[in-house]
């Protein structure tokens, strides 16, 4: 993998006079040569306004952003294009199932079921639906390793429950959640399905066909793409029953001084002037993606994890959360120092051109439930190297003697 570094230009900074380590990556991605190129030639080559436009700049655009959903459609497993809404990213497709799905779908008592991990984006937009619909709350609780139990499913898979909105790789513990397992038995019970793919999509190969859920939201930014932009598939036939979430321009059919018709699926879902450009430089990172091969960024990913994971147990008063082994996390490790605020870490850390993530991550709940007010987090991508791992844990041994 590491050819493929000179197509990502930040990676030539220098940090504090020292060579930029990049492992913030759950946060977001840094972007490829390939994908900054896509989307300077649609601003200098082909920018309009998309759909309705007769003219050729405008059938140009709406061409690519096509294509370019297309493009993502086929790289999720969708079954047709029209089931992929694109959105402003992952938090906001969340948003829009809890808000369109969860308004007219949930009633008194009815049970949302949560894992006991989730980020904010797929937790507070349900606990704001139950609020409105009288829908109760219920957690699966994860076992010490960070892993969920198909025991504890079952168990918490009542008849009162309607939807599970779960993770599919947790930011925090890097848990792999067993969701085509989780999907096979709620499909058996006529529950739905809502998943938070954003820091899936990125690493593995994911088919919607093959894990079975009704609603499955990521982001671009996180999987080499362009932020302000992401997707809500869906299955067609749930889309073509929902009411939509925002209205103007380009969502409609026909309008009166009474009454609106709304257009088909998924353009019902896109109102307004879509992130063209965003959208054109998201298959662009699918491409990209493509080229080097999910299986092969997974090898990568739980080698470096694998390395990391060893060499940290080694660090006296360390405790690395989330599962023990490589195959079971996606490309992040968490962990926190006794006695040292995960912020001084990373603080530290930033003195030797090294970037990670402090603090609860968007996860309050699953840090207060182990005790801890946050953790320092590792996360890797395709372009991150062995030596950088060194790096880290060098950085990591020079904090603890720093701040002890």
């Known amino acids: 993998m590491k050819d493929i570094r000179k197509d990502f230009p930040i990676l030539e900074r220098k940090i504090n006079g020292r060579e930029l380590v990049y492992l913030d990556n759950a946060a977001t991605s840094q972007k490829p040569k390939q994908v900054l190129e896509a989307i300077a030639g649609y601003y200098s080559n082909h920018n309009a306004n998309i759909h309705r436009g007769l003219h050729t700049l405008s059938e140009e655009a709406t061409d690519m952003y096509e294509k370019s959903r297309e493009k993502i459609a086929g790289f999720i497993g969708a079954n047709c294009p029209e089931e992929v809404v694109l959105t402003k990213g992952a938090t906001e497709s969340l948003n829009m199932v809890a808000a369109m799905w969860g308004a007219t779908n949930l009633k008194k008592n009815d049970t949302i079921l949560f894992g006991d991990f989730e980020h904010h984006s797929n937790m507070v937009p349900w606990l704001e639906a139950a609020e409105k619909t009288g ?66 999509a990125p690493h593995l190969k994911v088919n919607m066909a093959d894990l079975g859920c009704d609603f499955y939201c990521f982001s671009a930014h996180k999987m080499l793409g362009p932020m302000g932009v992401g997707v809500l598939w869906a ?92 195959e079971k996390r996606s490309g992040l490790v968490s962990f926190a120092i ?43 991508y395709l372009y991150n190297t062995e030596e950088e791992i060194d790096r880290l844990v060098e950085g990591i041994k020079k904090a603890v003697e720093i701040l002890s």
């Open 235 to 326: 299955r067609k036939e749930i889309l073509e029953k929902l009411k939509p979430y925002e209205f103007g321009g380009g969502m409609i059919d026909e309008v009166s001084y009474r009454k609106a018709t709304y257009a088909a699926i998924p353009a019902r879902f896109e109102a307004g002037t879509p992130n063209v450009a965003g959208a054109i430089g998201f298959a662009a990172a699918v491409d990209y993606l493509e080229k080097i091969g999910m299986d092969n960024i997974r090898k990568h990913e739980i080698a470096l994890s694998r390395r990391l994971l060893e060499e940290l147990r080694q660090i006296e008063g360390l405790k690395v959360i989330g599962p023990k082994e490589p």
């Open 135 to 200: 829908a109760k709350i219920e957690y699966l609780e994860s076992d010490e390793n960070g892993e969920i139990r198909m025991e504890e499913v079952e168990k918490k898979m009542t008849d009162k429950v309607k939807l599970i909105a779960i993770t599919h790789a947790s930011n925090v513990l890097g848990t792999i959640v067993p969701i085509k397992e989780i999907c096979r038995l709620a499909a058996k019970k006529g529950i739905l399905v809502c998943v938070d793919g954003a820091q899936a």
């Open 338 to 380: 006794a006695g040292i605020h995960a912020h001084d870490i990373a603080s530290v850390l930033n003195d030797y051109g090294i970037a990670v993530r402090a603090g609860h991550h968007c996860v309050m709940p699953y840090h207060a439930k182990i005790g801890l007010s946050g953790t320092t987090r590792a996360s890797f």
